[in-house]
């Protein structure tokens, strides 16, 4: 089953950083194309960064150079630094699969971490 248990979210202001970190309860992590994803209420989930198999880094443009994702595959936990945050980098930040993405809101999402930048 997949699951997964995001944390590490919270308020900061413009400028701070947050290290976000997703484990995977089940099985998948190794073995997939993991991403991070964020959701602001006026917008659908988007892709923020994923790391694959071999460790091959995307980023979304907006984000480049300022957040790293990484990976740990015998915690099975993928972490999300973020520097230099943006008012505009305020939302829910959930990991996924980067396969089951495409299925929107029926893929298994967990409950996500907040992120907050405000001053």
């Known amino acids: 089953q997949v699951q997964f248990v995001e944390s590490g979210g919270g308020l900061v202001q413009p400028g701070g950083s947050l290290k976000l970190s997703c484990t995977d309860t089940g099985s998948i992590f190794s073995v997939y194309t993991m991403g991070w994803y964020r959701q602001t209420p006026a917008k659908s989930r988007s892709m923020v960064a994923t790391?694959?198999?071999?460790?091959?880094?995307d980023y979304a443009k907006s984000v480049k150079g300022r957040f790293t994702i990484s990976k740990d595959n015998a915690k099975k936990t993928m972490f999300l630094q973020m520097n230099n945050l943006k008012p505009e980098d305020t939302g829910v930040y959930y990991c996924?699969?980067?396969?089951?993405?495409?299925?929107?809101?029926?893929?298994?999402w967990g409950q996500g971490t907040q992120v907050t930048v405000s001053s």
């Open positions: 996924m699969a980067d396969y089951l993405w495409p299925l929107g809101d029926s893929a298994p």
């Open positions: 790391i694959g198999r071999n460790n091959n880094t």
